[in-house]
Nanobody, 127 residues
Framework: QVQLVESGEGLVQAGGSLRLSCAAS????????MGWFRQAPGKEREFVAA????????RYADSVKGRFTISRDNAKNTVYLQMNSLKPEDTAVYYC????????????????????WGQGTQVTVSS
């Protein structure tokens, strides 16, 4: 069983950058597609980005496309979310999630496809 721990929380000004990391325990990290979701106060959890097991496929929410980049290092059991040109509306708790995907290239964008979740890390963007 993989356990996920996010890090990289912070307070940044609009236009700034932040990188989130999600470290996974266990030896089967490469068996999981990985995703990032976020939840702002009073709102539902929403998809942000995802990357396939093989790293060949990535998906992004339209709201972050061109500003955020997801990547993974299977040797380090870690997935990253590089966030640039941050906006106040990016303020949320960000969650890392893992999907035990059979496919090496398919990525899911819905939360119910992901079996494992981290505890979340806070990102605050001031205007």
């Amino acid at each position: 069983q993989v356990q996920l721990v996010e890090s990289g929380e912070g307070l940044v000004q609009a236009g700034g950058s932040l990188r989130l990391s999600c470290a996974a325990s266990g030896r089967t990290f490469s068996s999981y597609a990985m995703g990032w979701f976020r939840q702002a106060p009073g709102k539902e959890r929403e998809f942000v980005a995802a990357i396939s097991r093989s790293r060949d496929s990535t998906r992004y929410a339209d709201s972050v496309k061109g500003r955020f980049t997801i990547s993974r290092d299977n040797a380090k059991n870690t997935v990253y979310l590089q966030m640039n040109s941050l906006k106040p509306e990016d303020t949320a708790v960000y969650y890392c999630a893992a999907d035990r995907a059979l496919s090496t290239v398919v990525v899911a964008t819905t939360a119910n496809k992901y079996e494992l979740w981290g505890q979340g890390t806070q990102v605050t963007v001031s205007s």
